[in-house]
């Protein structure tokens, strides 16, 4: 993820990228820049550097002391909505967004990361007045979270049928993005190829997913990089050769990292190589010992292994 890159800007999209099962919940995208002093940042910093490791329980640990120790801190509700994001926990993401929607009602920020949670628990109809919300806040959206805010609402629409403004939204978004560089480019394509999959918009996922390999071949520019994130859709669609390819060119450029060492794992069971798959289990169970449960909650195996 270019998480250091764009970690002053603290938001959804700032996540939603780190989301991507690595296997999600994204690769900071970033957004406004928000009032805070160097702890804030560090802080920051210290939780996405645990959730770039894959070790989610240490992120969500070190957030929620945040949160209990400085309970109206807007840095403190806005990372740990990121996290909850990662790992699945999308009630609590609505709650803690919902908190700073109420505390900065003018910000996109936590209309974007209500917006996301809405969208995977499937409820596309508030996703889509939250983007709205977040299109029409009294503070503008630069292009890269312009284009990221038409790319996902597009998904939304097409989960509510209407493929007109789902096909309207997509085009806007990609004129939004076409004249970034590409690693500005990265996380936003590489989230909706994610989120797709994890929606169950397969098709569109497949699509998606190509273009952020096509705009990240080397897949450094973002975090889940996109073979991570094709590696969910082949799980999804049960292309296994193809999955363990994507998780293991992924875990080249963050090796150990969990998700990615189940996801792999996953694919390897069900290819019937249960020695590879036991070792990649143990492997990330060892990264991060809650990783089964967040993976069931992501819609990823059964909780058996």
């Known amino acids: 993820m270019t ?9 959804l ?17 970033s957004t406004p820049s928000r009032p805070g002093n160097d702890k804030n940042l560090q802080f920051a910093r210290d939780v996405y550097d ?3 490791r894959g070790h989610f329980t240490d992120a969500i640990d070190a957030a929620n002391r945040a949160v209990t120790t ?3 801190s807007e840095p403190a509700r806005s990372v740990r909505s990121e996290v909850e994001l990662v790992i699945g926990e999308y009630n609590a993401v609505i ?22 949670a809405h969208l995977l628990l499937h409820q596309a109809a508030d996703a889509v007045a939250d983007f709205d919300r977040a299109l029409h806040s009294k503070m503008p959206l630069d292009a890269m979270n312009l284009g990221n805010v038409y790319a996902l609402r597009s998904l939304a629409f097409e989960m509510l049928g209407r493929t007109t403004e789902s096909i309207a ?3 806007t978004a990609s004129k939004a993005l076409q004249p970034l560089a590409s690693d500005v480019r990265g996380p936003v394509l590489n989230q909706r190829c994610y989120f797709a999959a994890l929606i169950g918009l397969l098709e569109t996922a497949n699509i998606a997913c190509e273009a952020s390999i096509n705009n990240d071949p080397q897949g450094l520019n973002t975090y889940p990089n996109a073979y991570s994130s094709r590696g969910a859709l082949r799980l999804k ?17 963050q090796p150990g990292q969990s998700m990615m060492l189940y996801g792999r794992a996953l694919a ?3 290819r019937g190589d249960n020695a590879a798959a036991n070792s990649d289990f143990a492997l990330a169970s060892a990264e991060e010992p809650n990783i089964r449960a967040i993976m069931v909650r992501l819609g990823f195996g059964n909780g058996v292994h």
């Open 268 to 270: 390897r069971r069900a």
């Open 95 to 116: 709650a803690d967004a919902s908190w700073l929607v109420d505390a900065y009602p003018d910000r996109p920020d936590a209309f974007l990361q209500r917006a996301a």
């Open 13 to 29: 999209v700032s996540i939603a990228v780190i989301s991507c099962i690595c296997l999600a919940v994204a690769d900071p995208v």
């Open 237 to 253: 669609t049960g292309a296994w050769d193809g999955a363990i390819a994507d998780y293991t060119q992924s875990l080249k450029q």
């Open 169 to 171: 939204d997509f085009a």
């Open 3 to 11: 998480i250091v890159v764009h970690i002053v800007r603290i938001g």
């Open 70 to 72: 400085q309970p109206n």
């Open 50 to 52: 645990q959730v770039q």
